[in-house]
Structures are given as structure tokens and as C-alpha cells.
């Protein structure tokens, strides 16, 4: 089973992901951001509501999630999402996704895990996929190479909210709980970001993209709630490499559904193969 859900999670992040990016044609990544957590919020509070007593609420070891969840989805996602708006979604999900090596470079120092030489590989490939996916003229359209900060950055707050959530969990041993607290803190950080951007005037609703935006919304919380299950039912190590694979499951559906929007070179293909090999490398590490 925890392979089944793994991989419907890497199915649905990666539909998310098309989705987004075709909402993202006549709207931003604010208000993609702003749609997809707050569906998904909405989705799993109601979820804890229903199996959940509030009474877990009051130990301490939420704050691991509080954080976390400003760190990731809150920036982590926006941040992404500003990356498939500037640099196409073939090139910004790879680089997303190697969060692992960023939250693997953590444990070292702050869980005091140990660095492999299966870390120093993955790690390895994971910057030579970064330095692919950014170098060579853009295939179409026009981006600046130095908008790659942007998924590279979300990819360290996701790391970084990767062992925020680890060891919260270590105490409160409620996936559910974990994840509704971090989703429901990352909304409200995302709302005073809006806020603080102009309010109103700084989202972009339409009709034209309101459909495929809340389409990617429902695909990224089937997502999340499909990487709980897997990880409450099965191990890390059987988990991780499935969900990291969807970068590729991306790139498929690009090809097929993005033609008009993104076209793929080899590059891109290799870019986003040495990642994902990479990130797999890094998070299949005993």
C-alpha cells in the first residue's frame, strides 16, 4: 500500500504542476499559491475536525509545524510557483524536488546524522542536473537565467520544513494533525504576504484561469493527503524515491499537454533525469 500511494502522489503533484502552469498563462503565481493552499487547508482541517481532537493542539511540539509550515508550503510553494511562471515547469520541478539534499544537509548538523558517500554522490548529481536545467538558451519564450533562484530557494524552505516536520513528529505521531497545522500556518503567512503585496490588487482571479488553478489545487491536496498515507503505512525509504520520480511524470504530460506553452529540448530531459537520479540517490541513504 505505501507504494501505491507514493506513487498516487508523485500522479498528482505532477497533474498539479500542468494544471498550474496553464492557469498560470493568465494569472500569477500569488494567486496560485493563494488558491492551492487554501483549498487544501480547507480539505484537511476538516478531515482533523471530523477524526481528531482538538485537545492535541495544546503540546508544545506544534510549534515544529508552525514553523515548518512557514518555511514550506507557505514559501516553499509560492516560491515554486514563481519559478514555473518565470523558467516553465520542466525546469523548475526537478529542482523543487531535490529538497532532500538540502534537508539531508541539515540532519548532519542539527540531528547528527551522518553524510555518505551516497549523499556526496546524490548531492553531486543534483547540482550538475541544476546546472543543465539552467544553462543553453531557453527552448521558447524568454527567461532570465537567474530566475532559477527561485525554485533553488524553494527547495531549501522545503527542505528546510522537511526536518521541522520530522522531528515534530518524533513526538506528536499524528500525520494528520502535522499536516493540517502546517498547511493551515502556511495560509496564513501566504495571506499576510498578499496583504503586504496590496491586498486584492496583487491576485489575479479570472475565468480563464480560475478552472485550471482550482483543478491544481484539488491534484496538490490529493497529493499531500497521498504522501501522509504513504508514510504512515510504509517506510521513508520506500516512500521518497516514488514521490521524487514526478518531475518526470511532469516532463510526460508537458510533452503531451504543453506543447503550446513549453517545448522540451534534450537538455531539459537530461537536466531533470541527472536531478531526479540525484535526489533518489539522497533519499534512499541507511
Known sequence: MAEYFAFQAALCFSVAHVLLRRGLVYSNALTGSVISLGTSAAIVWLLVLVFIPLSALQTPAIGYFIVGGFFAPAMGQTLGYI???????????????????FSSFLAVFFLGEIWTPQNILGTALVIVGVIILSSGKPAQGRWQKMDVIYPVLAAVAFGISTLLR????????????????????????????????????????????????????????????SVFSALNVG???????????????????TAIFLRQIERL????????????????????VK
Open 166 to 225: 520530522k522531528t515534530g513528529l518524533m513526538v506528536v505521531q499524528m500525520p494528520m494533525l502535522a499536516a493540517a497545522v502546517t498547511i493551515g500556518t502556511a495560509f496564513l503567512v501566504l495571506l499576510t504576504l498578499v496583504w503586504l503585496r496590496g491586498g486584492r490588487q496583487a491576485l489575479e482571479f479570472n475565468r480563464h484561469s480560475g478552472g485550471w488553478l482550482f483543478g491544481a489545487a484539488l491534484a496538490n491536496t490529493g497529493a499531500i493527503l
Open 235 to 253: 517506510k521513508i525509504v520506500e516512500v521518497e524515491p516514488l514521490i521524487a520520480c514526478n518531475p518526470l511524470l511532469t516532463i510526460l504530460w
Open 83 to 101: 519559478g514555473i511562471e518565470r523558467i516553465g515547469v520542466a525546469r523548475t520541478t526537478p529542482i523543487v524536488n531535490s529538497a532532500p539534499m
Open 265 to 284: 529540448s534534450g537538455r531539459i530531459v537530461l537536466g531533470a533525469s541527472v536531478t531526479v537520479i540525484g535526489t533518489i540517490l539522497v533519499v534512499t
